[in-house]
């Protein structure tokens, strides 16, 4: 603890929190007017269950009910919005589960988790259950996302991938829905522009350049091309509500470029070199693992007594 005096702020985890939920509201009413009642009881699903699984393993460890946190509610909802809405409900609540209970609860709680546990829930599920969660359907009719035309060398509509009338997860589909939530945050004060706007601006630049590479037919900072890697897949739910969890991204200003700046590469590599279309949540969880590292050489440098000279 420093010396008095100190700095006080009005923010709380609850509220910070809550203003997290809030703001991905949005998203997950397009999801349901999207894809109906699949989605909404997805949503409920992850969501309740993300909650009681924190209540439960507190009760049972004896530990202080943090529920009212809104931290489980936020884990339980982002994981909803990262599902396909085909899949089981049962599955998105195995997925709550291991996120609150493996990636939060057994690492100490929140502020302890080394990663985002709505995308170590995600990757879990990916890998448990590969079939159904890359499998996606849209008016009745099962077929690739456009980031998988993408990938084939195929056109796709980026305006109604800006809209949202695609294929894909509850919450991924509609950009402007999740900008909506995202200038919430900023105005708010809960976000700023440093981690989304490095992950993105390297994400687009890393793409203009070798976009070509992976498809020889578009050209170098095609505008059309890049515009629709931005608006398809995770990219704009990963990079405004995941990439900038407090617990998981860099505290350092120099060390939140960086973060972001690696985000973007990952992302890049991932999705135009990777044998998935994807890879949004393969980044941001690498990304996490590196936080430490990033900090520590970028930790700014002390003057005076005992420090650098």
Not at 158 to 173: A, D, F, Q, S, V
Request: overall charge positive; some cysteine.
């Amino acid at each position: 603890m420093s010396s008095s005096p100190h700095v006080r702020s009005k923010a709380t985890t609850s509220n910070i929190m809550l203003m997290v939920f809030i703001a991905l509201l949005p998203a997950a009413a397009f999801g349901v007017y999207n894809f109906k009642l699949p989605a909404l009881v997805m949503l409920i699903a992850t969501t309740v269950s993300a909650v009681a699984t924190e209540y439960i393993y507190e009760k049972l460890m004896h530990k202080k009910i943090t529920i009212g946190d809104w931290s489980a509610a936020v884990t339980g909802l982002l994981l909803g919005l990262n599902m396909p809405p085909t899949a089981p409900w049962w599955m998105g609540v195995l997925g709550s589960i291991f996120g609150i209970l493996i990636v939060k609860q057994l690492f100490g709680g929140l502020g302890q988790n080394f990663m985002n546990p709505a995308l170590g829930a995600r990757c879990f599920l990916l890998i448990s259950f590969t079939g159904q969660m890359t499998s996606f359907v849209y008016d009745g009719v099962t077929g690739p996302t456009p980031l998988a035309l993408l990938k084939e060398g195929s056109a796709v509509n980026t305006m109604n991938m800006l809209i949202g009338t695609i294929p894909g997860t509850i919450g991924e589909t509609s950009v402007i829905a999740i900008i909506i939530g995202a200038i919430f945050l900023i105005l708010m004060g809960v976000i700023d522009l440093r981690i989304p706007g490095t992950y993105i601006v390297t994400f687009a630049i890393f793409v203009g350049i070798f976009g070509h590479f992976q498809n020889p037919a578009v050209g170098f900072f095609d505008p059309q091309y890049i515009t629709a890697h931005l608006c398809g897949g995770g990219l704009m739910l990963g990079a405004w509500f995941m990439a900038t969890d407090y617990v998981t991204s860099p505290i350092t200003k120099r060390g939140q470029i960086v973060y972001g700046a690696l985000l973007g590469i990952l992302t890049g590599l991932f999705r135009l070199f990777g044998g998935s279309a994807e890879g949004v949540s393969y980044a941001i969880i690498i990304s996490n693992l590196l936080v430490p590292l990033i900090e520590r050489v970028t930790l700014p440098k002390p003057f005076g007594k005992g420090g650098e000279k």
